[in-house]
């Protein structure tokens, strides 16, 4: 079925090519290739500019049009199989185009008693003011809302309502239980019942409870909570993907401990909470590179913010790359393999300076648009390179001005870190790979605790059981898992 779909996406193209003039086919080719040559990306923008190019020339283009208007999809498969024959050959994302509009956004509110004191009158408002930053950056005007406990209960005045109110947990009051939260009931509803359009949002503080939880220990409470996540997160993992982001606030208010669950302990000062966003995976991936969700994708602008975490199947993001010819990073010998425009992956003829004992590369990366924290993508120690011969990650760091050479420009591109490579002894023709390993940042273990009986401004009950249980239902998919992967050839 794959391969007649391809041949059908072929034919297609064929036919296009054939009905449009070389001048007006090379110009559309040429404006393709400035939109998307260098980040492998058609977002709104690029889009438009295509639209208004198409619309300009439809006597050229007409089998791009059905009954006058624009087949938004011959558009895509035309673009796709261009990227997919160009030299080197690569997978074109599309970012809010055609006619899919904003996602639907769900916005999911814990409302359970050690949620109520994070938006106290006594407060700083930090709690208040990131979630409504939050919400008043989402496009379009048909999101939902729903208050989650015990379970998922519609709150019937909308978000805009909630956005206006001056406490939201006292606008909330009276729906569902509030001394327990049903989080197999609310991940349910996150990860298998989010649609391809949808976006869903929760609000929590990500701290296990049961109905019952007087006399439980707290080992007990651990594992009903890593056994919760494994049969919720069976199925869900390959098509879906989930951002944590970690916040704190001022809470004033009881504290309700595992060992009492039922008699709150007062407590003035900082908490951390957390916000969880589910999606497919291109829906996720998106959302850094649509220009329309961009002011809602920085999180690290939220008043509070202490870190993220992205859990996702493998691959969720393709950076562009390119090796730099020359610079004051590059140290040895070598010359680019034929038929590279652009992107430069693939060398030969490697060796060192005369006098030297190794080959140093600058390898320049687009580490932008990304769900994940700058500390944790310029980390060597988070990469895995994979070779025959010795290649090392010596240190990852910005691009600046003085890298921005006439003869460098050109292969930078979209990048915005460079990757120095050290190489020794290349024997023979070899692809290295380098992986960035999809792992739990030190926040969740450092950010968790067994105990709450005393209660402080840094730790989450139980934090790292659910994290680590979520964790690892991604990594049945993928012994290894990796965020994206960077392919070179070296001789």
């Not at 558009?75 to 074109?92: A, G, L, N, Q």
């Not at 805009?160 to 009931?185: E, H, L, M, P, R």
């Not at 024997?427 to 402080?456: C, F, H």
């Amino acid at each position: 079925m794959r391969k007649t779909t391809t041949l059908l996406v072929c034919l297609l193209t064929a036919l296009i090519l054939a009905s449009c003039t070389g001048r007006e086919k090379r110009q559309f080719n040429r404006l393709l290739t400035e939109v998307a040559a260098q980040d492998h990306v058609i977002d709104a923008n690029d889009w438009k500019k295509i639209v208004d190019y198409l619309d300009g020339s439809k006597d050229h283009f007409s089998d791009f049009y059905k009954d006058g208007k624009l087949d938004a999809q011959a558009v895509k498969d035309y673009i796709s199989e261009f990227f997919d024959h160009r030299r080197p050959s690569f997978k074109v994302r599309f970012v809010g185009v055609g006619n899919q509009g904003p996602l639907q956004v769900n916005f999911y509110l814990e409302r359970s008693g050690s949620m109520v004191p994070y938006d106290s009158s006594q407060g700083d408002g930090s709690f208040k003011s990131a979630i409504v930053s939050m919400l008043n950056s989402l496009p379009g005007n048909g999101n939902r809302m729903f208050v989650v406990n015990d379970g998922i209960y519609s709150y019937p005045r909308g978000i805009q309502q909630f956005i206006a109110d001056n406490n939201v947990f006292a606008s909330t009051a009276g729906i569902g239980d509030a001394s327990y939260t049903d989080f197999a009931k609310i991940f349910d509803q996150l990860l298998n019942k989010t649609g391809k359009n949808e976006l869903s949002i929760l609000v929590t503080d990500l701290i296990y409870s049961t109905r019952s939880m007087a006399g439980v220990s707290a080992s007990k409470v651990f594992s009903d909570a890593e056994g919760m996540i494994s049969a919720v997160f069976k199925d869900a993992t390959k098509e879906n993907a989930m951002l944590v982001v970690r916040l704190s606030g001022s809470y004033n208010g009881p504290y309700y401990s595992y060992d009492a669950p039922q008699t709150g302990k007062p407590y003035s000062g900082r908490r951390p909470y957390y916000i969880v966003i589910v999606g497919s995976n291109d829906n996720i991936a998106s959302l850094t590179q649509d220009s329309n969700y961009q002011a809602f994708s920085n999180f690290s602008r939220l008043r509070g913010y202490e870190g993220m975490c992205l859990l996702a199947s493998d691959g969720i993001y393709e950076p562009y790359y390119s090796l730099l010819l020359s610079g004051r990073d590059v140290k040895g010998r070598f010359r680019p393999e034929h038929g590279q425009e652009g992107s430069v992956t693939r060398l030969e003829d490697i060796e060192p300076d005369k006098g030297g004992s190794e080959v140093q590369l600058a390898l320049a990366v687009d580490l932008s648009h990304m769900f994940i924290d700058e500390s944790y993508l310029t980390n060597p120690s988070n990469y895995e390179v994979q070779s025959e011969d010795p290649v090392t990650i010596k240190s990852i760091r910005p691009i600046t001005s003085a890298d921005r050479t006439p003869s460098a420009k050109k292969f930078i591109g979209s990048a915005t870190h460079l990757f120095l490579l050290k190489v020794k002894d290349v024997r023979e023709k070899q692809d290295v790979t380098i992986r960035l390993r999809n792992q739990l940042p030190a926040w969740v273990t450092e950010g968790s605790t067994d105990d709450d009986r005393q209660v402080n401004a840094t730790t989450t009950f139980g934090l790292k059981y659910i994290m680590q249980g979520i964790y690892k239902s991604y990594e049945r998919e993928s012994q290894d898992p990796y965020y994206f992967e960077l392919g070179l050839s070296l001789e």
